[in-house]
């Protein structure tokens, strides 16, 4: 190897211009196929942090796949994202002093399309720059004109089928942005609040109800009084008339089942135009919708003039003072509730009455419930079914139109007396329809989002054509993707290919956490803790992360708080870390936990990992001189066989994880062989046998080919996670073997072999390292320099030890760093510091070497260590309840623990005892 610093730069953007141009990245047409389809990443800006971690954990899987044989495709595209993108796009005009009204709907849509090209762009080069290797010939777009089509031909057979309908129904509506959104765009603040009781007199009567409410303005909607059918204080009145207060209108009384007793006074206003509980109550009782707000949440023409035109806070403010005014407002308290406020435009959403465009989802729920209960689909973690079943289970109507400019626009046609006619374009509509002359109008709104995302796995692989693409990769093996987006997306892609392909899109869901910032904060533009990937792959100035994360904000104002934040968090800025320790730092993280917190410590953990790859690739190349790997005059050493034994106890781990969707648990099954068994241990094991004059040809040459395979097999246990880094080291590695493969990529990934373990030679090192740890340990705590050669003592022991000595003597010189290894009768020892690995007894003599007294406190800290863990395992072994419960085997073998523990600490107090006559 001619560079001596691993430096990520140099090698990563190589090696992917090389993959991509060989067309590495295509399926192979060989093999069982694999495939998966990417979320698609909406085209907003750039990746955000959950991307560079899914996509990682994506490209894992593939590259795993890969090299196992299969026929991948991991099909990438992007997601079109309609309020998201028109809201960014917004923004953006604003900031350059235009306005989408001004523009038009044409010329702002061609504006979307420009800023689509940028945000795209954009996206693929960060996924290029993680190592995504994805088909990037057949990346797809949502609005394409082949999943514009599918949108088209899966709308109209919903509709014809009668499974898509127009209605007026409350929908959740953002007055900013003017248009119906999804739950999924609905984020709960808490707040201060006030609740105010009201009183509403009844007709012809001296009583009165009184009414507590959260939200007085909509009182001009009331249509009844609901009280709960048992409640003894108003069952007289049920049935009766209140009069609204401060309108012209008499409102009935209803019993329902919904009204807590409990809380307020028991008795609840109900407008059903402006409450989602209570227009499901009023759908019961067969209430009117009185619908009081404009569309931008003014006071409309269906309540009392004083009040029209007035915002709804406005119009809050004067029916307290008005009501106050009457005598009609009893009392006023303070009361926490929860604002529902939309993510894009952080307006407080009103629950609005209007006209929609919907799906039927029950009838669609059914044979997606089924697909899961029947195990066609498996989640891991299989707990989140519950959210799957919990939803498809109590599943409403939904709302599929938008009321925006950017989307698949509804293909549907009116004529003048509001007639709707439906189809592929207005040509069509009007030769089926015979409207030859009538006066036609497309309908204004756009689908949801979510509509052609439910679509995504199949039609980004050609249908409605049946293409071959189609045939060989559907149902895809995996959906990886968030938790937070199982109902709006995963249960919808399920309900939508069964419906229109007849069969699951995906076999598997491997659902991830949520990335959150080192402090558990969820990651937001609003709240300045965004991080690009790239930034953290190629490093970014201070100035520069600060002018990301305030351009384009929502609320400007925030700008000086933000940068506040990150001068603090980085005031250098970011290092540069390189793709593999950023895809490993994210496989390492992907746990089952709900949440998880990104800390670029642990990241700057994993490129030192990087290095220690690099390095002691350097040192295995260094001890090739004259390496022939067809010389096969070969003795393999303990050492050689205990390597490739731990390498096949790896191997199993990391089959068996990957079956599971831990990459946490293969991600420290990689760390830990690498870093502790093969850089630690083997490397060092390795060097009496290559430095040795008393070594033979065929033993060095073990121990050479142990070393070059072992890499090899490992440089290749590593590439899903680590690409870039092992592509390197592989190409040098492999000039020293008689390998035929251009690429890493397209070599066979290791498999396990029970055969290829030893546990003799596992016993035999583990207990070498014992040893070795035990005299590094002393040599640590007495301060005595790393390099000074050791006499050491041995007593006790038994007859296995004994033999071990003998066997392992050379080990044990070159690694502990002895000179001389002597047996001794207790009676002969001298002062000395002393080490306990099962019955055997190290003794490191103390004259002229250490200072007593510090040996001294460190004998006192094991004797209270050991003390400590004696009292806990008494207290165990005399619970009656432990007795009786665990197990006999694990009760003997903690009567046995606590046995030795005894044993040693009577040793280390006599130790400590001749230390003080001294």
């Given amino acids: 190897m001619n560079t001596k610093t691993y430096e990520p730069k140099d090698i990563e953007q190589k090696w992917y211009q090389t993959w991509e141009k060989a067309n590495y990245f295509c399926p192979s047409g060989n093999g069982d196929p694999y495939c998966i389809v990417i979320p698609p990443p909406n085209v907003t800006g750039t990746l955000h942090m959950g991307h560079g971690f899914q996509q990682s954990i994506m490209d894992a899987l593939i590259r795993y796949h890969r090299m196992r044989g299969f026929n991948t495709l991991w099909q990438v595209g992007l997601d079109h994202a ?85 209605g007026k ?90 009204v807590d007793k409990e809380f307020g006074t028991g008795c609840v206003k109900i407008t059903p135009a402006h409450d989602f509980n209570d227009y499901a109550l009023g759908l019961r009782h067969n209430l009117p919708q009185i619908n009081i707000f404009t569309k931008d949440a003014k006071i409309n023409e269906n309540a009392p003039k004083a009040y029209q035109g007035l915002d709804r806070f406005e119009a809050r403010e004067q029916i307290i003072a008005d009501l106050t005014a009457l005598g009609l407002l009893i009392k006023t308290e303070k009361h926490t509730l929860k604002i529902p406020i939309c993510e894009r435009s952080g307006a407080i959403i009103e629950p609005y009455l209007t006209d929609q465009w919907f799906l039927n989802a029950k009838a669609l729920a059914g044979p997606a419930i089924n697909a899961v209960k029947e195990q066609k689909i498996k989640f891991y973690p299989s707990n989140w079914s519950k959210t799957y079943f919990l939803w498809l289970e109590n599943i409403e109507d939904w709302c599929i139109s938008r009321q925006l400019w950017w989307g698949h626009r509804i293909p549907a046609w009116y ?51 049946q293409t071959l693409e189609l045939k060989t990769f559907y149902p895809t093996n995996v959906l990886v993707t968030g938790f937070d987006i199982i109902f709006f997306w995963v249960a919808r892609m ?61 609320k400007p104002q925030l700008a000086k708080e933000i940068e506040k934040k990150t001068r603090a968090e980085f005031p250098e800025g970011i290092a540069a870390y390189g793709a593999d320790a950023l895809r490993f730092t994210f496989c390492a993280l992907a746990s089952t936990s709900r949440d998880i917190n990104f800390d670029v410590a642990r990241l700057e953990g994993y490129r030192n990992f990087c290095t220690k790859l690099w390095n002691a690739t350097r040192y295995v190349l260094m001890q090739l001189d004259n390496f022939n790997y067809a010389d096969q005059d070969i003795e393999f050493s303990l050492a050689d066989k205990w390597i490739q034994s731990e390498m096949q106890k790896t191997l199993q781990i990391i089959s068996s994880e990957f079956a599971n969707y831990r990459f946490d648990l293969i991600a420290q099954a990689i760390y830990d062989f690498t870093w502790h068994q093969f850089c630690d241990w083997y490397l060092e094991l390795s060097k009496p046998c290559l430095t040795s004059p008393a070594s033979s040809n065929a033993q060095k040459q073990g121990a050479r080919i142990t070393l070059i395979t072992i890499l090899e097999a490992l440089l290749r246990v590593i590439h899903p996670f680590m690409p870039f880094i092992t592509e390197e080291l592989w190409q040098e590695v492999t000039k020293y073997l008689p390998s035929k493969d251009k690429t890493i990529m397209l070599t066979k990934y290791p498999e396990y072999s029970e055969a290829k373990i030893s546990q003799n030679a596992s ?12 005299i590094r340990n002393i040599r640590g705590e007495m301060h005595i320099s790393p390099a000074k050669l050791l006499p050491i003592l041995l007593s006790k022991g038994t007859a296995a030890d004994k033999t071990r000595v003998a066997e392992h003597a050379q080990y044990l010189k070159t690694l502990a760093k002895l000179d001389k290894i002597d047996w001794v009768i207790k009676d002969n020892i001298p002062l000395a510091a002393t080490a306990i690995i099962d019955e055997l007894e190290l003794h490191i003599p103390l004259a002229d070497l250490i200072d007593l007294k510090a040996e001294a406190t460190r004998l006192n800290k094991e004797i209270a260590k050991l003390t400590v863990e004696i009292d806990r395992a008494q207290v165990k072994l005399t619970n009656q309840s432990y007795l009786t419960k665990a197990p006999a085997a694990v009760v003997a073998k903690e009567q046995a623990r606590l046995k030795e523990c005894q044993i040693n600490l009577d040793k280390l107090k006599a130790q400590l005892a001749k230390l003080e006559r001294h």
């Fill in 169 to 258: 129904k409350l929908v959740n509506w953002d007055p900013v942005l003017n248009t119906a959104i999804s739950d999924l765009e609905v984020v709960s603040e808490d707040r201060n609040g006030s609740l105010w009781y009201i009183r509403y007199p009844i007709v012809d009567s001296d009583e009165s109800l009184i009414v507590a409410t959260t939200r007085p303005e909509t009182m001009l909607g009331d249509v009844a009084i609901a009280v709960n059918p048992t409640d003894e204080r108003y069952q007289h009145l049920i049935g009766k008339k209140a009069k609204l207060p401060l309108a012209d209108r008499v409102i009935s009384i209803v019993a329902d089942d919904y």
């Fill in 763 to 774: 016993d035999e090192i583990e207990w070498l390292k014992k040893v070795i740890i035990a």
């Fill in 82 to 166: 309609g309020i998201a993108t028109q809201i960014v796009v917004e923004q953006k005009l604003k900031v350059e002093g235009q306005d989408r009204h001004e523009l038009g709907r044409e010329k702002f849509v061609e504006k979307i399309w420009e800023w689509k090209k940028y945000s795209g762009d954009t996206i693929s080069k960060q996924e290029r720059r993680l190592g995504v290797s994805a088909d990037w010939s057949r990346e797809r777009f949502t609005m394409d004109p082949g999943l514009a089509k599918a949108v088209q031909q899966v709308f109209i057979q919903l509709y014809t089928e009668g499974l898509i309908y127009r």
């Fill in 494 to 554: 399920v309900m939508m290919g069964l419906k229109f392909i007849g069969d699951v899109p995906f076999k598997n869901v491997y659902i991830t956490g949520l990335i959150r910032d080192s402090h558990g904060h969820k990651m937001s533009k609003s709240k300045g803790n965004i991080l690009d990937p790239v930034d953290l792959i190629d490093g970014i100035s201070l100035e520069k992360l600060i002018a990301k994360r305030t351009t384009y904000l929502m």
């Fill in 415 to 465: 004529d003048d007396k509001g007639h709707v006619y439906v189809g592929n374009n207005e040509a069509e509509v009007r030769e089926k329809y015979k409207l030859n002359t009538a006066n036609l109008k497309q309908d204004e709104d756009v689908l949801d989002t979510w509509f052609s995302s439910a679509l995504w796995p199949f039609s980004t692989l050609g249908w409605p054509e």
